[in-house]
């Protein structure tokens, strides 16, 4: 195979690249569109496939527009990887990907893949920027936040990114601002954040270079290595965490003149409070939810509030019912279903998860925590359920859990993932354990990405 070629492009891959072919191999194009004919130069190939540099687009996708980011593109910020197609079709892409996966590895052609919904909390709101209520920085040996490359995984500083929400955006500035030893300008202060439309939007860009990448930059003052910083808010309480994580779980000393808590994540897992509680409450239907530090939650709220419901449609609970969920986290769905049902049952392994869970359950006497490995606790229960929700970890399911599933035989499932290809793989155990996919949502709680979450209802 030659090393430079002119491809037509035809389908998309599950890790967002676009594909075509060559002499029966197929090849993987980062930052190109289905549709669009291609120059590009091989950079790495295997027996049956090839991944590809793109180097010029000759003839554009219809869908194809200008990345408002500059830290967009090869070589540069992996956080994004569709920042070039236009979000409608961004939907459209995702669908395929999820209806793809089910057939290729589920072994379901004719999969009931919807339309991708796009989410908002409000219909005045853009559903495809400013949507990131949590985000993760690693730091640069000068001190900034950062973001992996997309090839490389190098650090890259960014001083501004376009999907955080408001409260991210202005600790990210501070710490921006407190790396580079800048006094915050008034006036600029005063001014609302930039958005996707901004024209003349303007950045720099800021690498390790030839830093050894195991190592580590240190915090400001006593010279703890600091490692990463977390920031998670919440617009319905108004609450900001930042969490710190260094190597030898001692706290540095941090500039950060906003209102904000502040916690040390221990590398087993304990938040200690710095300043403030280690903790936010975050709300979702009228809910509120105490997230820990080192618990999970959705990095969209209003994907959130779409996914409960959802699983509040496809297992339509009843007052005499008890249902199961098998990966609670802090209780998003459990205490959704809990006001419409008699009982249920919850599985959580994360001890900061269960420890948000009883908190969040306290009035709610019908609701059962049990903590522990999901396949070992299913095998202790005894049904019926009426219905079990799922929302496994990027890894999905697998045969210990299925097999317990079959064994409970609860007449409905849905299934919550945040990858299409565990799910296909999942989908293909749950058919021969005995179930039928009647319905799959796509939902895209991550735009400007390839990532995609979908609910698939499964009944016996």
Known sequence: MTNVLELTLTGIAHGGEAIGRHDGKVIFVPFAIPGETVRVAITEQKANWARARLLEVLTPSPDRVEPPCPFFGPQRCG???WQHIAYERQLELKQAIVQDQLARLGRLPAAPVAETW???????????WRYRNHVQFSITADGRPAYQQAASHDLIAVDECLLLSPALDAVHAALWAGAAGD???ADEADQQPPTA??????GKVWTLGDAPRTAHPRGAGRGQPLRRISVRSSAASGQTLVTLETDDDQAPELALDLPVAVALLHRDGQAEALIGQAAIEEEVHGRRYRVSAGSFFQVNTAGAEALVDLVLDFLDPQPSQRLLDAYAG???FALALAPFCRQVDAIEAAPSACADFAWNAADLPHVRLHEGDTAAVLASLSGPYAGIVLDPPR???GQAVITQLARLAAPRLAYVSCDPATLARDAALLTQAGYRLRAVQPLDLFPQTYHVESVALWER
């Open 183 to 185: 006094e915050p300008d």
């Open 330 to 332: 802090v209780g998003l």
């Open 118 to 128: 796009a989410v908002a909390l409000t219909d005045e709101d853009d559903p495809a």
């Open 79 to 81: 956080g994004c990887q």
């Open 395 to 397: 890894t999905g399911l």
């Open 197 to 202: 439309a901004t024209a003349g939007y303007k």
